[in-house]
C-alpha cells in the first residue's frame, strides 16, 4: 500500500481536490491542503486530522508562481520531502469569442495552465534536490481535447495541461517522477454554479445520464499517485463516464 508520503493537493478546499486529499489521507499520505480558499482548506484538514491521518493548509495563488514555489518550501518544511502534486485547482469563465477580451482569456490561462507549470516545475525541481521520487497528477479536462462553445481559454488551457503531462513525463523519467493527467467528464462542484436546468443539459452528456461524483475522480488519482499506475506515464486518463465516446 502507498503511505507515507508527502502530497500537495491545490484546490484542495473543495471538489475533486478535497475529496482527493481525503482518500490520499487515509491511505496514509501526508496532505497539504493548498487553495486561496482559507477557510475551505482548513475544513478539508480538519476533516482529515479528525479522521487520524496527517494534514495542513497552505493558502495559495496558483497563479503566482513565487506563491507556488513557496507552496512547495512549506511543504518540505512541514512534513520533510516532498513526494507528490496534485496540481488540480482550477476555473472557469464562460463567454463566447467575439467577448473573450484579453483579460478574460489570460485570468484562465494564468489560473488553468500556468499554474501547472509552476506546480511541475516546482515541485520536480524540489524532489529532485532531495533526491525523492515521487508523482506529479494534473487536472485537464474533456476540454482538453474536445472544442466547447464559449471555452476558448479554457480549451486552450486544458490543452495545454494534457500536453504539459506528456511533456513533463518525458523529461522528469529520469528522476524518478511520473507525470499523469486526469480529463474529468462533468463533476458535481461547486464550479458548475447552481443553474439546475444547465446542470440536467450537462448530465444528458454521459452514458449514465447524470453528473460524475467527484470521490469518483479522486479514486482514480489516488490510484495515479499508487506503484499499481507505474506504467502510466505521461498519459492523460479521461473519468468521464463516456462522455468522449459517444454522440
Ligand atoms: N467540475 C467539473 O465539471 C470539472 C470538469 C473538468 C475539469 N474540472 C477541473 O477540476 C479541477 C477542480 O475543480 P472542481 O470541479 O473540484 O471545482 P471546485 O470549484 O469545487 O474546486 C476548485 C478549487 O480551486 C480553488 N482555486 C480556484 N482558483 C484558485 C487559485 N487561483 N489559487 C488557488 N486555488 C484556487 C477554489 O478555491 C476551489 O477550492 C479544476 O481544474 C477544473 O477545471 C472540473
Do not use: C, W
Request: hydrophobic fraction near 45%.
Amino acid at each position: 500500500m502507498d503511505e507515507n508520503k508527502v502530497i500537495i493537493i491545490t484546490g484542495g478546499a473543495s471538489g475533486i481536490g478535497r475529496e482527493a486529499a481525503y482518500l490520499l489521507a487515509e491511505a496514509g499520505n501526508a496532505i497539504v491542503v493548498a487553495d486561496f480558499n482559507e477557510e475551505g482548506a482548513k475544513e478539508t484538514a480538519s476533516n482529515i486530522e479528525a479522521q487520524g491521518g496527517k494534514a495542513a493548509t497552505f493558502k495559495v495563488d496558483v497563479s503566482k508562481a513565487e506563491e507556488v514555489e513557496a507552496m512547495v518550501d512549506f511543504a518540505v518544511d512541514t512534513f520533510g520531502t516532498l513526494n507528490g502534486i496534485f496540481n488540480n485547482a482550477g476555473i472557469g469563465l464562460v463567454k463566447p469569442l467575439l467577448e473573450m477580451d484579453p483579460a478574460s482569456y489570460h485570468k484562465v490561462i494564468d489560473v488553468d495552465q500556468h499554474s501547472v507549470y509552476y506546480g511541475i516545475y516546482y515541485g520536480a525541481k524540489k524532489m529532485v534536490e532531495l533526491g525523492a521520487k515521487g508523482t506529479i497528477v494534473n487536472t485537464a479536462s474533456i476540454y482538453g481535447s474536445m472544442a466547447a462553445k464559449g471555452s476558448f481559454n479554457y480549451n486552450a488551457a486544458k490543452a495545454a495541461v494534457v500536453m504539459m503531462s506528456r511533456s513533463g513525463a518525458l523529461e522528469l523519467a529520469e528522476h524518478g517522477i511520473r507525470v499523469v493527467g486526469v480529463a474529468p467528464g462533468f463533476i458535481d462542484t461547486p464550479i458548475l454554479g447552481e443553474d439546475e436546468e444547465m446542470k440536467k443539459a450537462l448530465s444528458a452528456l454521459h452514458m449514465h445520464n447524470k453528473l460524475i461524483q467527484p470521490e469518483k475522480v479522486a479514486s482514480v488519482v489516488k490510484f495515479l499517485f499508487s506503484e499499481e499506475a507505474a506504467a502510466i506515464n505521461g498519459s492523460t486518463v479521461a473519468v468521464d463516464d463516456g462522455f468522449l465516446s459517444f454522440k
